[in-house]
C-alpha cells in the first residue's frame, strides 16, 4: 500500500466553478477524514466518514461544500460557485482504530487557487 | 470543547543541539492519543510520535521524545541532536477517545542551522 493519494495536486478555478477532489485512503483504514489547511496554520476539520457514513461535518462546511464516500473507499470533496476564501490545502487523512500503530496518514494535499 | 494550544510559533536550534516544543491541550476526557506531526515545506504531513493518555511512560522514537504531563495537560517534544532536515513546520494534535477528529495547534515553525 503506498499510503494516501490525492487528485489532483493542484487546482487553479475561477471564482464561481465547481471543483471536485479525490482522495484513495489506506485500503484497510476504515476512518477517513477531510481537513482544510491555510497557509502557515494549522489543518481544520471538515469532515468525517466511517465506512460509507459521513459521521460528522464541521460547521466550516458550508451548504456549498459537499463529501462522499461511496462504497467506503475513495471519497470525493466537491466545493460548488467557488469563493476566492475557499484558497486552502485540502488534507485527506485515513485511519483505523484496530491498527497496532494507531495514527491518522495523511495524503500531500489538494492546493486549490480561486481566481 | 478540546483546544490545543501552542504558544510557540517560530523556535530555531543549531545542528546537533536539543530543542523543546511546547505544547498543551484541554479536554475533559479521561482516555485520548496525542500526536506530534511534521510538515516540511509543501510536504506532506508525517507522523513523528504518538502518545496514549492511560500510559504513563513518555513515547520515545529514536531522537524525538516527548514530556507528557497529563494533570497539567502538557504535551512537549524534545529533538535531540537536531539535524538540517528536522527543519519544518511542527504540529501538536489531539485525538479524542472516539477518534472522530483530529484538533491541531497553530504549530511552531523550526528552523535548524549549520
Known amino acids: 500500500d503506498t499510503g494516501v493519494s490525492q487528485d489532483p495536486r493542484h487546482k487553479i478555478t475561477k471564482r464561481g466553478q465547481n471543483v471536485t477532489f479525490r482522495c484513495d485512503p489506506i485500503s484497510e483504514h476504515n476512518r477517513l477524514y477531510w481537513y482544510r489547511q491555510t497557509l502557515g496554520q494549522g489543518p481544520e476539520f471538515l469532515t468525517y466518514?466511517?465506512?460509507?457514513?459521513?459521521?460528522?461535518k464541521s460547521r466550516l462546511l458550508s451548504d456549498r461544500f459537499s463529501a462522499e464516500r461511496p462504497k467506503g473507499s475513495f471519497s470525493t470533496l466537491e466545493i460548488q460557485r467557488t469563493e476566492q476564501g475557499d484558497s486552502a490545502m485540502y488534507l485527506c487523512?485515513?485511519?483505523?482504530?484496530?491498527?497496532?500503530?494507531?495514527?491518522?496518514?495523511f495524503g500531500s494535499g489538494t492546493r486549490l487557487t480561486v481566481v | 470543547a478540546q483546544t490545543v494550544t501552542q504558544s510557540q510559533p517560530e523556535m530555531s536550534v543549531q545542528e546537533a543541539e536539543t530543542v523543546t516544543l511546547s505544547c498543551t491541550y484541554d479536554t475533559s476526557e479521561s482516555d485520548y492519543y496525542l500526536f506530534w506531526y511534521k510538515q516540511p515545506p509543501s510536504r506532506q504531513m508525517i507522523l513523528v510520535i504518538r502518545q496514549e493518555a492511560y500510559k504513563q511512560q513518555n513515547a520515545t522514537e529514536n531522537r524525538f521524545s516527548v514530556n507528557f504531563q497529563k494533570a497539567a495537560k502538557s504535551f512537549s517534544l524534545k529533538i535531540s541532536d537536531s539535524q538540517l532536515g528536522d527543519a519544518a513546520m511542527y504540529f501538536c494534535?489531539?485525538?479524542?477517545?472516539?477518534?472522530?477528529?483530529?484538533?491541531f495547534g497553530k504549530g511552531t515553525t523550526l528552523s535548524v542551522s549549520s
Open positions: 466518514f466511517q465506512n460509507e457514513a459521513q459521521l460528522e
Open positions: 494534535a489531539y485525538d479524542n477517545q472516539a477518534g472522530t477528529a483530529l484538533i
Open positions: 487523512a485515513s485511519s483505523s482504530r484496530t491498527s497496532q500503530n494507531y495514527g491518522y496518514t
